[in-house]
């Protein structure tokens, strides 16, 4: 959480520069990072914390498992899609990854609250990064607002 | 023969020596392929006898030298004959010894606090298991009730992530739920049954077979198999005189054919390398084979493979091979589960697997089964309580076998479609692969019965002129896009035609979604006014286009939501005129029609298309996920034979509508389902699951659609007759009900979309299209995307005049 923080106000201070830089430092942050946002159903909670430690240990076809399970079980919970987005991310699938953030965010009320409002911030920085890996800085920029006005 | 044949090989002819390293594999092919371009040989070798003949000796002498050089070449044969035998064993037996057919599983029941259960689902799911109901302490594969509460003892399964051990679990199932579960030391809180088996990809020779290992097999269905088949096993070299002997008398002694002499490593041979060819020849061949294989090979490999290869039965065109299987086949269980007496069955339909077949022949089985009992108990492997103990018992085998191959066959097919982009056919029938897919197996029987009964109730409403109908559908998690259901046909189990995939019909006002969508990505709101009026548009070839509505009559100006909602045909067309076709087409391919031509026609908007409900599905499917194109799935994983991670099916969105365009798509066909053509669901369905729906009728009712979704599941179905003969029925009054009773029977959570930041809720008056107050008369409450929201704002109408459109809406 400390990290999150941290990471996005610096990343809040570098938007207003002329272009961010892809840090692999940021990268490492967000997929070492866990969601305090649950699921609701204890069973797919449980699948979120194995997802995300196994993500963490770098076994991510494992993660990926797990999350997929969780989100069978509560299917529209922000918190998984995140999860998996995260770990694509780590595996590189940078489309992927996109993709599945901006799913995240879809299933996100306009105004969260609390570890809503983390995730959704997340999200969006997920989008940013993989823009960036797209050469999309402007794209990126505009995520990394979103993650600014959400936080 | 054989020895024959044989003889190409020893020539130095076959080219390039680097490759005889090879040879010893592949011999069996290589033979025939060798026969044509050795023919010469032969006659070379007639050659060379004939000289040697030519050299003159005394009569005598040449006999002698004729008899040995014959008896030479004889031994020669022989030995060579023996040396091919040879090959071919162990060629065989330490190759790839079966063709094990892909086994393919429905999705596991997952168990934890809190998932939707009801108690008929789970009775179904445990018996589509054949778990027992048992009254003591439920054991792997059993389980035990008191009142709501349930223990069950799951049976442990290798799944993708590894093998999960047998759990025992217990839970009650309370309000439709799940609660209270306890799955013992396991602290995640989750508990999966073994998924079930749905069917198989098979080799050509329609063998099939469940591999076991040795260690896998009950210590007394091999001592009773030896018992019965072959006693001096372990000490014989592959024939067995003592057993040839006992067989004899004991067939004299009983005047009939009770034992045969063969041992298991020669039933093995025959199986394995013979034909069923009846002769000498033969029989002298498979004793030689018989010895060369227990010289090599241990008893136990022997045995194994014997316990694999051995024939069982004939379930249609699938020949039931093992006791792997065979333990499934009849009795519904895993082999270590197996009864006494289910193991003496076993053992005694192997002699003769259709003479004996438990489920046409049960008294005769019952007798043969009673006979090994008896031989078990003579031998020792029983003692006398536990023989008195089973032989009364009946014969304990299903009624039928646990799985069918053609019990869910629309659904395998898509499944294969799906196989075949990515693996080989031959693969898929021969490396024992395990395919886990989506199905879900009571969200199917559920389709199924609701696609029959309503088929049943039409006909006998309507006689004779829907006497053919027909009926497809699919059902998917609408949040994932897992396909869980498929119907082809009203025949659920026959593998027919596959109308779920390969019947393209006209889909009517299925369209209409696509083009309320376009409209609200250029600029519409829900509130835009629509001319509902007669229209004749010239088409460039001169003709006109007039379409009607479906009461032949016209609304005027309607309000966006309740054109789509009353499935105006007249409104939808100025509409999609307004905004062009080609936005229309530009929807439908985004929705996931990006593969198929459309035709860039004004009819298009009204379904002058014709797509199969799989391509429906895919497109609602779009619409269901928010606007995140979904693909639709129907594999989850694939497993190697041993149980080694081959391959995931991910899933994947990709974002092709904004949220807001189909939070407001969304709403108006919620409204559908409220107020408009598709409100009859409210006599199945609770008006709270805010279900979002469309009806579709194509021109002259020859197709009855409805799509639909709530907030976890999304199903299409059509109804029609395979001629495209005219029917009586709309979609509301044909598919409907099918997809209604179908949701009905599944665990639904309600239809909630966030409302996106750029969404807000205002009260329009759709005649001034301006904002205006609750309380005014024609006040519509609608979702707006903000900058399509109306600036002006407006008090009351004074004139009172309530509009036709609005006194529709009931709120």
Redesign the interface.
């Known amino acids: 959480m400390k990290t999150v923080v941290l990471m996005l106000v610096v990343l809040g201070l570098s938007a207003c520069a002329v272009r961010p830089v892809p840090t692999d430092i940021s990268d490492v942050d967000l997929i070492d990072s866990e969601s305090s946002l649950l699921t609701g159903v204890a069973a797919a909670d449980n699948l979120l914390q194995q997802g995300e430690s196994a993500r963490q240990r770098g076994e991510y076809a494992v993660a990926v498992n797990h999350l997929e399970r969780g989100i069978r079980m509560a299917p529209r919970s922000p918190s998984l899609y995140l999860a998996l987005a995260k770990t694509r991310l780590a595996m590189g699938e940078y489309g992927s990854a996109s993709q599945m953030a901006q799913r995240a965010v879809s299933l996100l009320p306009a105004t969260p609250r609390g570890a809503e409002q983390t995730a959704k911030a997340e999200a969006w920085i997920v989008i940013a990064q993989c823009r960036e890996k797209g050469g999309d800085y402007q794209g990126a920029e505009r995520a990394r607002a979103n993650a600014q006005a959400v936080w | 023969m054989p020895a024959k044949r044989s003889k190409p090989q020893n020539t130095p002819k076959s080219p390039g020596t680097k490759k005889r390293k090879s040879t010893a594999k592949k011999a069996p092919t290589r033979r025939k392929q060798a026969s044509t371009p050795t023919a010469k040989k032969p006659r070379e070798a007639r050659k060379s006898t004939k000289k040697g003949s030519r050299k003159t000796s005394p009569p005598k002498r040449r006999i002698w030298s004729l008899l040995w050089k014959l008896g030479l070449v004889l031994g020669l044969l022989a030995l060579i004959g023996v040396m091919y035998l040879d090959a071919v064993i162990t060629n065989h037996f330490e190759g790839k010894r079966w063709s094990i057919p892909a086994k393919v599983y429905a999705r596991p029941l ?1 168990l ?4 939707p259960l009801t108690e008929a689902q789970l009775a179904f799911e445990l018996s589509l298991l054949n778990y027992r109901h048992v009254y003591d302490t439920p054991v792997p594969g059993t389980f035990s009730t008191a009142g709501r509460g349930y223990e069950i003892v799951s049976r442990g399964f290798d799944f ?2 590894g093998a999960e051990p047998s759990q025992r679990v217990s839970f009650s199932l309370r309000g439709g739920r799940v609660s209270g579960l306890d799955g013992g030391g396991q602290s ?3 508990v999966r049954l073994e998924p079930p088996l749905i069917g198989g990809i098979y080799p050509a020779h329609n063998e099939d077979r469940v591999l076991v290992k040795l260690d896998q097999v009950p210590q007394q269905l091999l001592q009773a198999l030896l018992a019965v088949e072959d006693r001096d096993f372990f000490e014989h070299f592959g024939l067995s005189f003592k057993g040839i002997a006992r067989a004899f008398f004991t067939n004299i002694a009983s005047g009939e054919v009770r034992q045969g002499g063969s041992t298991l490593t020669q039933q093995l041979v025959k199986n394995f390398y013979l034909s069923s060819e009846r002769s000498l020849t033969r029989k002298g061949i498979e004793a030689v084979m018989a010895v060369l294989l227990d010289f090599h090979y241990e008893k136990t490999e022997i045995l194994e493979a014997y316990l694999n290869e051995v024939y069982l039965g004939q379930a249609g065109k699938r020949a039931i091979h093992g006791v792997g299987l065979g333990s499934l086949y009849y009795f519904g269980v895993p082999l270590r589960e197996l009864s006494t007496e289910q193991i003496a069955l076993m053992v005694g339909v192997i002699k003769g697997p259709s003479w004996y077949d438990p489920r046409r022949n049960p008294e005769r089985a019952l007798e043969r089964r009673n006979q090994v009992l008896q031989i078990m108990l003579q031998q020792g492997v029983l003692d006398q309580r536990a023989y008195d103990q089973v032989i009364n018992k009946p014969l304990g085998v299903i009624k039928k076998p646990l799985y069918e191959d053609a019990r869910y066959p629309a659904f395998l097919d898509l499944m294969k479609r799906q196989l075949r982009k990515d693996y080989r056919d031959e693969d898929l029938r021969s490396e024992g692969l395990r395919i886990f897919t989506t199905l879900d197996p009571w969200a199917q029987e559920s389709l199924e019965q609701a696609a029959q009964q309503q088929v049943r109730n039409l006909q006998s409403g309507y006689g004779k002129s829907l006497e053919n109908l027909e009926v497809a559908g699919i059902f998917t ?4 896009g ?1 396909v869980v259901s498929v119907i082809g046909g009203t025949a659920v189990r026959y593998e027919g035609f596959n109308r779920a995939l390969d019947a393209y019909r006209p889909i009517g006002s299925l369209a209409k979604p696509s083009v309320y969508l376009a409209a609200l990505e250029r600029g519409y709101h829900l509130g835009s006014l629509l001319q509902d009026e007669p229209l004749e548009h010239v088409l460039p070839n001169g003709n006109v286009w007039s379409p009607q509505n479906f009461e032949k009559e016209s609304h005027g100006e309607v309000p966006m939501v309740v054109a789509l909602a009353q499935s105006y045909n007249q409104a939808t067309a100025h509409l999609a005129l307004e905004i062009g076709i080609d936005k229309v087409v530009s929807v439908m391919e985004r929705l996931g029609l990006q593969d198929k031509p459309l035709p860039e026609v004004p009819a298009l908007s009204l379904g002058a298309v014709s797509l199969s409900p799989f391509e429906v599905t895919q497109m609602y499917q779009t619409i269901a ?4 194109a979904t693909p639709l799935r129907t594999i ?1 994983s694939v497993l190697t034979a041993e149980g080694a ?1 081959l391959q ?1 099916y ?6 092709r509508f904004t ?1 807001a365009d189909i939070y407001l798509l969304t709403y108006a066909m919620q409204e559908t389902v409220r107020n408009g053509t598709g409100k009859s669901t409210k006599n199945w369905l609770s008006p709270n699951l805010e279900l979002a729906g469309k009806t579709g009728t194509s021109d002259d009712q020859r197709d009855s659609w409805f799509a639909g979704f709530s ?2 599941y999304l199903g299409v179905v059509w109804l029609g007759i395979d001629d495209n003969k005219p029917t009586p029925l709309t979609g509301a009054v044909g598919a409907l009900p099918v997809w209604a009773n179908t949701m009905a029977a599944l665990p639904q959570t309600a239809l909630q979309v ?4 750029n ?1 807000e809720w205002v009260w329009v008056d759709p005649v001034r299209q301006a904002r205006t107050s609750a309380h005014c008369d024609n006040a519509l409450y609608l979702p707006l995307r903000q900058d399509t929201v109306p600036e002006e704002k407006v008090s009351c109408n004074t004139g009172g005049r309530v509009l036709n459109w609005f006194k529709r809406l009931i709120r």
């Open positions: 997952e934890y606090d809190g998932m993708w992530e995640s809180g989750i998690s609408s949040n994932t897992e996920t928010e606007g995140f989850r991670p995931r991910e899933f994947e969105v990709e974002q949220s907030g976890n966030p409302q996106p930041e969404v």
